[in-house]
């Protein structure tokens, strides 16, 4: 049966206007998703070649932990997605720990800032050892590369067996720390068994 007349001249539009849809969605590759934005996060930790450092996060409904990272010519460095820098913490094991007879027990972790020290501050290993409490979650950056300093000495804590070695390691100078999120030290000393709570 052949069409004449207007309703020739619709359909032909119509399939003029399919056609160029098809050959546009052909022709037009799928958008790529857009790659997460990163930080590169360096550790610059003084006098502690061969310590032993990973990240980790550890917000409500977010918990994730980084590959450790060797400390080499002074530092580690760790390229993760931004997102991961909120409610991240710092774990780290010094070399005197792995040979160690009588180990902590725990996992020692980076003080960013101790209570009733302002940001930007550098602090002694002796003001350092009296702090009962600090926080060790960072707040967060968008920024492409961020640089924490960390000052890391081999102390002696009171363990289950007696005396045992840990790591005292704190951010030097002082950095800034999520609101809230304080936890209680010994010596100075910040440890954990599990992802430390940044909320």
Same mark, same amino acid.
Request: aromatic share 6%; charged share 20%; hydrophobic share 40%.
């Given at each position: ?6 309703? $020739? %001249?619709?359909?032909?539009?119509? =399939? ?5 849809? /098809? &050959? =546009?969605?052909?022709?037009?590759? =799928? ?11 360096? /550790?610059?930790?003084?006098? *502690? ?12 409904h977010r918990w994730w932990?980084?590959?450790? $990272? %060797? ?23 010094? &070399? ?14 980076v003080t960013l800032r ?17 702090? $009962?409490?600090?926080?060790? *979650? ?8 961020? /640089? ?11 363990g289950n067996g007696g005396?045992?070695? %840990? ?7 002082? &950095? ?19 992802? /430390?709570? *940044?909320?």
């Amino acid at each position: 049966m052949s069409v004449s007349g207007p309703r $020739r %001249t619709v359909l032909s539009v119509l =399939a003029l206007v399919t056609g160029l849809l /098809v &050959t =546009a969605l052909v022709a037009t590759p =799928a958008p790529a998703h857009a790659a997460a934005h990163r930080t590169r996060v360096v /550790v610059k930790v003084a006098d *502690c070649e061969g310590c032993e450092v990973f990240l980790q996060q550890g917000l409500r409904h977010r918990w994730w932990s980084s590959r450790t $990272r %060797t400390v080499r010519d002074g530092k580690a460095v760790f390229t993760v997605p931004s997102s991961r820098t909120r409610g991240m913490s710092i774990g780290i094991t010094g &070399t005197w720990e792995v040979a160690s007879p009588h180990p902590s027990g725990f996992q020692a972790i980076v003080t960013l800032r101790y209570r009733g020290v302002p940001r930007g501050a550098h602090v002694e290993q002796a003001v350092a050892q009296s702090k $009962r409490h600090g926080s060790a *979650c960072f707040p967060g950056t968008q920024k492409r590369r961020l /640089v924490l300093h960390v000052t890391a000495r081999r102390v002696s804590v009171a363990g289950n067996g007696g005396p045992a070695d %840990t790591t005292l390691a704190w951010a030097d100078p002082q &950095t800034r720390v999520m609101r809230g999120t304080r936890m209680r030290l010994y010596d100075g000393v910040a440890g954990a068994q599990d992802i /430390v709570p *940044c909320w």
